[in-house]
């Protein structure tokens, strides 16, 4: 990183650890932040979604009634809980698709920003700018105007802005003092322009230039107030008003979901003005793909073509009625997520979820205002119109009881997932849905159309670790959530359990599933061969340490949840090899029991 | 060379940012830092519909002004420039109109382009209102000390 420009006109005591300035900074270093947050429930979370977003000049709280003092109207609050940015958050959230500039900003350890300001400030890049909640200050409990105050100390130049006597509004850089005796500040008024009386804001901007171009460490402070006369051309302004924005005090993706309510509305005013529907714009295949949530259908192939290997090495396999076997199931799985969007939008949840992440909080296409929920259920439909077009088809080929039990079942947890009056994932049974669906359901399901109606004892063993580890996916996604879950009575495990019991579960979960794998394979159920699966129990360990590590921060969480669906993959394939060495054995090789 | 002073110009062209002054509903200034792009005698800013309250103001109300007076942020091009300027929102196509400052625009911050990059993860950044100014009177600070009096030019007698 660069070092910050020392400009002409900003002081050299900003690192001096008695300037109020630096005061301000050092009460939003990342850690006391990230110990505050922590220290949070779910509860005041959820609450804090529900906050309307501040914009300049109207930050709730920042206004006070007229007559009273500014300073009074604060009181310290509870701080909800913000995602803590960490170093590691640059990088998980690079592989997001977050511009290396603007992730840097986002994530930068407050403390840096003791560096000289006052240079510039600006919301070119990635504009992020109009929401006046500063954490600092409100850790500190500061009002907004004495938060706003001892960040302007840190400014010698900064913006003055009235609205001059034609109507436009005009605004010049002065050179300025904050007195914090009492609270104003002073200035030398511009030459050739009567201010005297009038309302002005008095801004101060910083970014810092990068040496490629661009820029970082982005914050903007703005005070509200009268200006009254002073001798020898010196003016003082008593702020009434106060908005502060700084990239360092909300990491750039939960900024952006914030705003989302209100690029909404933007989007249906300017619809009202047209009188047609005026949308963001999306590549099509971009956003079937991002509202399918298609990349997780690794954890449908996972259990349908185990099962499949499974009825192979058993000696039934027929690839027509396997393929069609994949799409419909395919087909169920992208239907379930579709269907999963619309029912938590209309409870709220992903509304109130501000911390989504690639793998959690839903596709947020209808939160991105880019399709409607009329248009979301249409898509859930008609996955499933294709899901069970394909399974009467499969039906009428390779039909049993078995299979239509399965179908059944496997049915009535997808359409129950999330939608009334089952809502399992709202009372607590998403987990368990999820195993089930996934796991036997997905697997066996896949292998009796194979097997004409039979199930083994192979295939019931191997669906369980398979069924585990994928509800340990949706269990860890479901951390970042917890807070969005919890406000909408989305009663979830991470929601009514604390960070020690949730590891747990999920240690044993996974534990559960290797044993499983090592005793079927020792008891001759499944394969020597898919004792292959045990060499992922690294990647187990290096979840179960992501998950201790970064439990609290949901962007840093972002790569254990990626490496836990890894972990599911990883086992699935392996198993997978397990039967494929298995049936290579038994028709090339004949090398059993080795493999076998 | 547009209707400006030549170096209101060359500073609008230089600066990394400025300030856009608005009127508020409530009839106070609000201050929103901005990247400008001088094209076609006209100052051109993006908004993404994420940040358009700025957009609202000026719909209510065009009269605007755009400063810079970050000397830091100008390169080695010196002084300070108030310029009053009547502003105009372009709402027709969000997606796409606002591409053609691309190329100047990421020469002053390359990270635009990246920004566009991040479309299926960020829809909305790259949904942007663009906001044309039209300057009227100009304030010029040669050497940036606003104590001093400025240069004031009316844009239109330049361009006569």
Redesign the interface.
């Known amino acids: 990183m660069s070092p910050s420009?020392r400009?002409?006109?900003?002081r050299s005591r900003h690192s001096n650890g008695a300037d109020p300035a630096a005061e301000a900074v050092s009460a939003a270093d990342a850690s006391p932040a990230a110990e505050a947050v922590s220290a949070a429930d779910a509860s005041h979370a959820a609450e804090a979604t529900s906050a309307p977003l501040l914009?300049?000049?109207?930050a709730p709280g920042t206004q006070p009634e007229q007559g009273s003092d500014p300073r009074a109207e604060r009181a310290p609050e509870p701080e909800p809980p913000r995602p803590t940015p960490t170093p590691d958050a640059v990088r998980v959230a690079a592989a997001?698709?977050?511009?290396?500039?603007?992730l840097e900003a986002s994530t930068r350890p407050r403390a840096r920003r003791r560096q000289p300001v006052g240079?510039?400030?600006?919301?070119?890049?990635?504009?992020?700018?109009?929401d006046g909640e500063a954490l600092a200050g409100r850790l500190r409990g500061l009002t907004a105007v004495e938060d706003a105050l001892a960040r302007l100390v840190a400014f010698d130049?900064v913006?003055l802005?009235?609205?001059a006597e034609d109507?436009?509004?005009?605004?010049?850089?002065?050179?300025a003092e904050v007195a914090p005796q009492d609270d104003t500040i002073r200035f030398?008024g511009?030459?050739?322009f009567q201010i005297h009386g009038r309302?002005?804001?008095v801004?101060g901007?910083h970014?810092r230039?990068l040496p490629?171009?661009?820029?970082d460490e982005?914050s903007?402070v703005?005070v509200?107030g009268r200006v009254t006369a002073r001798p020898r051309g010196r003016f003082v302004l008593h702020p009434d008003r106060a908005w502060i924005w700084d990239d360092a005090e909300l990491p750039l993706p939960a900024a952006?979901e914030r705003?989302?309510p209100?690029?909404r509305r933007?989007?249906e005013?300017?619809s009202r003005e047209r009188g047609y529907r005026?949308r963001?714009?999306?590549d099509p295949r971009?956003l079937l793909f991002?509202a399918t949530r298609a990349p997780f259908l690794s954890a449908t192939w996972v259990p349908v073509l185990v099962g499949l290997a499974i009825a192979a090495q058993e000696g039934h396999f027929d690839p027509a009625t396997a393929f069609l076997t994949v799409v419909a199931a395919s087909s169920v799985h992208l239907g379930l997520n579709a269907a999963n969007d619309v029912f938590d939008t209309l409870a709220g949840a992903d509304d109130a979820n501000e911390t989504p992440t690639?793998f959690s909080g839903g596709s947020r296409v209808i939160q991105?205002?880019?399709i409607s929920v009329g248009q979301m259920s249409a898509l859930a439909l008609a996955c499933y119109g294709v899901a069970v077009a394909l399974g009467l088809v499969l039906f009428a080929l390779r039909g049993s009881f078995a299979l239509a039990g399965l179908a059944a079942l496997g049915v009535a947890i997808s359409v129950g997932y999330t939608m009334p009056p089952a809502k399992l994932v709202y009372r607590g049974l998403g987990e368990v849905a999820t195993a089930v669906g996934f796991g036997p359901v997905m697997l066996l399901g896949a292998y009796v159309v194979q097997s004409g109606g039979s199930v083994s004892p192979g295939a019931v063993v191997a669906s369980l670790p398979i069924g585990l580890l994928v509800a340990m996916i949706l269990y860890v996604n479901e951390i970042p959530d917890r807070a969005g879950d919890a406000g909408v009575g989305k009663r979830t495990l991470p929601v009514r359990l604390g960070k020690r019991e949730v590891v747990l579960g999920f240690d044993a979960a996974v534990a559960s599933a290797f044993a499983v794998v090592g005793l079927g394979a020792v008891a001759g159920t499944l394969p020597l061969s898919c004792l292959l699966a045990l060499m992922a129990i690294p990647l187990s360990l290096e979840v179960h340490r992501g998950l201790v590590r970064d439990y609290e921060n949901p962007y840093a969480l972002t790569h254990t949840m990626a490496l836990n669906i890894r972990l599911h993959f990883t086992v699935g394939v392996l198993l997978w090899f397990g039967y494929v060495a298995a049936i290579t054995d038994q028709t090339l090789l004949h090398l059993r029991p080795f493999v076998g | 060379m547009p209707a400006l002073p030549y170096p209101v110009a060359r500073l609008l062209d230089a600066a990394?940012?400025?300030?856009l002054?608005?009127?508020?509903?409530?009839?106070?200034?609000?201050?929103?830092?901005?990247?400008p792009v001088l094209w076609s005698e006209r100052i051109y800013l993006?908004?993404?519909?994420?940040?358009?309250?700025?957009?609202?103001h000026i719909k209510a109300?065009p009269?605007?002004?755009?400063?810079i007076?970050?000397?830091?942020?100008t390169g080695s091009v010196g002084g300070?420039v108030?310029i009053?300027c009547d502003a105009r929102v372009s709402?027709d196509d969000?997606?796409e109109d606002w591409e053609r400052l691309i190329p100047a625009?990421s020469?002053?911050?390359?990270?635009?382009r990246?920004?566009i990059?991040?479309?299926?993860?960020?829809?909305?950044?790259s949904?942007r209102i663009l906001i044309e100014l039209t300057p009227?009177k100009t304030?010029y600070w040669p050497d940036?000390d606003?104590?001093?009096?400025?240069q004031?030019t009316v844009a239109a007698e330049v361009a006569r």
């Open positions: 420009l400009l002409p006109g900003v914009e300049p000049g109207e997001a698709g977050f511009s290396p500039v603007d240079e510039a400030r600006a919301d070119g890049g990635v504009p992020i700018a109009e130049d913006v802005s009235w609205i109507g436009y509004p005009m605004n010049v850089a002065v050179r030398d511009p030459a050739g309302h002005v804001a801004t901007t970014v230039p490629d171009g661009g820029f982005r903007h703005t509200w952006y705003r989302l209100k690029a933007y989007f005013e300017l005026v963001p714009r999306m971009q991002r690639r991105n205002a880019l | 990394l940012v400025g300030e002054t608005v009127v508020g509903r409530d009839g106070r200034p609000i201050t929103y830092p901005m990247t993006t908004s993404s519909a994420l940040d358009s309250t700025k957009i609202a109300n009269r605007t002004s755009f400063s007076t970050q000397t830091g942020a300070r108030t009053q709402e969000l997606h625009w020469k002053k911050d390359p990270s635009v990246a920004m990059g991040s479309r299926l993860a960020f829809p909305l950044l949904e009227r304030w940036g606003t104590q001093k009096p400025p004031a």
